[in-house]
Structures are given as structure tokens and as C-alpha cells.
């Protein structure tokens, strides 16, 4: 069983940037792939980066790659997720997710998260 509590969410103009954090409960945090995703009202809930338990391996969704960076602390038990450059169009709430296993094809599926946090607000101003 894995607890994910995010945090760091807020109000930035465009261009600016924010760092969320997540954390999670549990000893075998190391052992979990771990997903960002983001929600817009009226929208589909959608992948935005995902990091393997050595945090060698990463991917992130083409609306954000260059722009956020996603990285874990196994000892911290914590992912976290820079976001620069920030557009007016990343407003939503996002969440961080956890699973045991994943392909590149699957990374960026919803169904494939076991456990979810409570998400956390983004919003960015023009």
C-alpha cells in the first residue's frame, strides 16, 4: 500500500515556474514507477512525465518536454516536478501516481496507476 500526498501547487504568471513535490508513504517507495498527470476542467485527466524506480529512465508528454523535468529521492521517498516556461495552458490540477510496473507504451495510461494522491492546483496566468 502507497500514501501520495502532493504539494506546491499555486498561482504563477507565464514563464514563471513552480516545483511540485509528492510524497509517499511506504518502504518500498524505490520499487515503484511514479507518473505525473494533470487534469484541466472539462477535460480527460492526462499523462505529463513518468520516472523509473532508478530514475534513470524518464518520459514526459511532447506538451512538456523541454520545459519540465521529473526526478525522484528514493531515501526522501519523494518525485518531484520542475516546471519552467510555464504557459497559461498548464493550468490544471495535477497529480502524481504510482505503479509496479510499466512499458513505454504504457507509461502514459491512467489504468496502469495503482494509487493516486489528492492532486494539487496549478494555475497560470497570461
Known amino acids: 500500500q502507497v500514501q501520495l500526498v502532493e504539494s506546491g501547487g499555486g498561482l504563477v504568471q507565464a514563464g514563471g515556474s513552480l516545483r511540485l513535490s509528492c510524497a509517499a508513504s511506504g518502504r518500498t517507495f524505490s520499487m515503484y514507477v511514479m507518473g505525473w498527470f494533470r487534469q484541466a476542467p472539462g477535460k480527460e485527466r492526462e499523462f505529463v512525465a513518468g520516472i523509473r524506480w532508478s530514475g534513470v529512465r524518464t518520459y514526459y508528454a511532447d506538451s512538456v518536454k523541454g520545459r519540465f523535468t521529473i526526478s525522484r529521492d528514493n531515501g526522501k521517498n519523494t518525485v518531484y516536478l520542475q516546471m519552467d516556461s510555464l504557459k497559461p495552458e498548464d493550468t490544471a490540477a495535477y497529480y502524481c501516481?504510482?505503479?509496479?510496473?510499466?512499458?513505454?507504451?504504457?507509461?502514459?495510461?491512467?489504468?496502469?496507476?495503482?494509487?493516486w494522491g489528492q492532486g494539487t492546483q496549478v494555475t497560470v496566468s497570461s
Open positions: 501516481a504510482a505503479t509496479n510496473s510499466i512499458t513505454p507504451a504504457t507509461v502514459g495510461l491512467t489504468n496502469e496507476y495503482t494509487y
